[in-house]
């Protein structure tokens, strides 16, 4: 009946998107509740190859997704926190993790599926504190994949008598390019090989699949699953894409052997293994142990290939110094010049994640939180540039002039780059923070935070200008402006304990947020303000660290 045939299709649609859906709510609640944690293990476990691969593994447990950790891990090798060997070793025990769990998923555990959905929501109901909070989340997709499993298996049992679906199969038998084509292509919409190989497990366990095609779709799975990552970091520059570049590389081999040597392979594994299921899922597991005893001593001359195929590319990703030119090293008063014109750029790229950091707060923008941390990663670049150029400079000798103004420079680009540590790791985390969480300040509190920023955002503009032109009446107008600032956060932190008082509920919610948002504002202007000082000391218009009075200073 063709009525039939389409609610089958809607059904095993419905299942395949409840368990990548379970899948999700998984990774998403482990990596918010036990995110840092997973981060601070992995780096730790970068000593040596087979701890790299352990941790990768364990990692891939509690994620319940390959893709999550190879974005983690490509991500920790763009930062120099991880070693590109170790990353790929990382990767190697990470595919082993992931096809450990379909061995999980595959026991018969149908009661568990409902006692983790009532978990998982009480807990995440119930629950003040976010972590755990998370915690039911992922709890509650757990008991979805296990249901959505349940599903499967209803809705394959009935296409075991389906002629559609017996005469597409049977035409894959022939074809193991188009068979792994296919199931690659199906891992990398879902993003997920795991889902993929339990549908091919529900399909053998119907009897729809037979022993080698069942092989080639799991060989496809483990070959889209690498996929996904490697598009996810091709943002984070070139030593995040090799990683995910060898991984691809590695189980593209590994399928291309399966589809040459499927015969034998399933000759072999049937004898041992008669339950259709189990069958794909030792298969699974197979694929990925193999590879990862066979690549892990060749992780050299792996990373040797990816090297030669995604060279270094200098300007990729990355910023460089416009205006640090070695050949004006032997002339101070040229190269200090072009130093701060390095600096003013150093503080063109803080006032971009202002204002990057503004926008995740207003629009729940998670590209722009991306942007943040890409141009932190570019301000501290700059200002390790600035600094060995201005000390190459300082070993001359200077004249008084020359050495106070190399003096400014240094200053002004440290507090510069303390200034992208605090946007980064304060402000850009507490938008974030208010973006996950759905939360919202009152009409008032939203324009108070927005009126705080932008005060910020003309004191840097006034700071590089300053820098520039070394201006007292500027530096004067700077540094009463900090006065400002600290009048801005008081009088936004007690209209906002006032609205608290007054029981507003976003107020209440969002509260915490906004008060690290006031304080980390504030951090922001101290530091803005530190380039006025050395030219108002030095024209006597600082006394005790306090500007003298207009009369007094004329």
Request: glycine share 8%.
């Amino acid at each position: 009946m063709p009525l039939d045939s389409t609610i089958q299709l809607i059904d095993l649609l419905g299942a395949a998107a409840l368990l990548l859906w379970g899948l999700r709510l998984i990774k998403t609640g482990v990596l918010r509740a036990y995110g840092a944690t997973l981060r601070r293990w992995l780096a730790r476990g970068a000593g040596n190859r087979v701890m790299a691969a352990f941790w990768g593994f364990l990692a891939t447990l509690g994620l319940q997704s390959s893709t999550a950790s190879a974005v983690i891990v490509a991500s920790f090798t763009a930062r120099d926190i991880v070693q590109p060997r170790m990353a790929q070793a990382m990767m190697l025990g990470a595919n082993l993790g992931t096809a450990i769990v379909t061995l999980i998923l595959s026991a018969d555990v149908h009661w568990l599926g409902s006692a983790a959905v009532f978990i998982g929501v009480v807990l995440f109901q119930t629950s003040k504190l976010n972590r755990n909070r998370n915690l039911g989340r992922a709890i509650l997709g757990l008991g979805l994949m296990l249901l959505a499993l349940q599903l499967l298996g209803a809705v394959t049992e009935p296409l075991r008598d389906s002629p559609t679906v017996s005469a597409i199969l049977s035409g894959l038998e022939d074809a193991p390019v188009f068979a792994v084509l296919i199931a690659a292509g199906l891992a990398i919409l879902g993003s997920s090989s795991l889902a993929v190989v339990v549908l091919v497990m529900m399909l053998a366990a119907a009897g729809i699949v037979g022993p080698e095609l069942s092989l080639w779709l799991v060989a496809g799975a483990n070959l889209g699953g690498a996929v996904p990552p490697w598009l996810a970091v091709r943002s984070e520059g070139v030593a995040a894409q090799r990683v995910t570049l060898a991984n691809l590389i590695v189980r593209g081999i590994g399928a291309l052997l399966v589809m040459v040597l499927a015969v034998p392979l399933a000759d072999l594994l049937g004898r041992v293994i008669s339950d259709p299921a189990l069958f794909v899922v030792t298969a699974h597991i197979a694929f990925s142990a193999i590879l990862l005893v066979v690549f892990l001593p060749l992780i050299g001359p792996v990373a040797k290939l990816v090297e030669w195929l995604r060279p270094d590319d200098p300007q990729a990703g990355r910023v460089v110094p416009n205006y640090l030119d070695e050949n004006l090293l032997p002339i101070p008063e040229m190269a200090l010049a072009v130093a701060a014109r390095e600096t003013l750029r150093l503080g063109d790229k803080v006032g971009e994640m202002l204002e990057q950091t503004l926008i995740t707060l207003r629009e729940s923008d998670e590209a722009a939180r991306a942007e943040v941390s890409v141009l932190e990663a570019e301000v501290d670049r700059l200002y390790e540039a600035i600094k060995l150029y201005v000390a190459r400079i300082s070993r001359a000798e200077l004249d008084a002039d020359d050495a106070r103004r190399a003096h400014e420079i240094i200053s002004y680009a440290i507090n510069l780059e303390h200034i992208g540590d605090i946007i980064e790791g304060g402000l850009a985390d507490a938008a974030a923070r208010k973006a996950q969480q759905k939360l919202a300040f009152s009409p008032e509190g939203q324009v108070e935070i927005e009126g705080f920023y932008r005060h910020t955002q003309e004191n840097l503009r006034i700071a590089q200008a300053i820098f520039l032109s070394r201006d007292p009446s500027l530096a004067r107008r700077l540094v009463a402006q900090k006065v400002e600032s600290r009048k801005l956060e008081a009088q936004s932190a007690e209209r906002h304990l006032a609205r608290m008082r007054g029981g507003r509920v976003e107020t209440l919610e969002s509260s915490a947020i906004h008060l690290d948002l006031l304080r980390d504002l504030k951090r922001v202007n101290a530091h803005v303000a530190s380039v006025a000082y050395p030219i108002l000391e030095e024209l006597g218009m600082l006394k005790e660290s306090r500007l003298r009075e207009v009369g007094a200073a004329g």
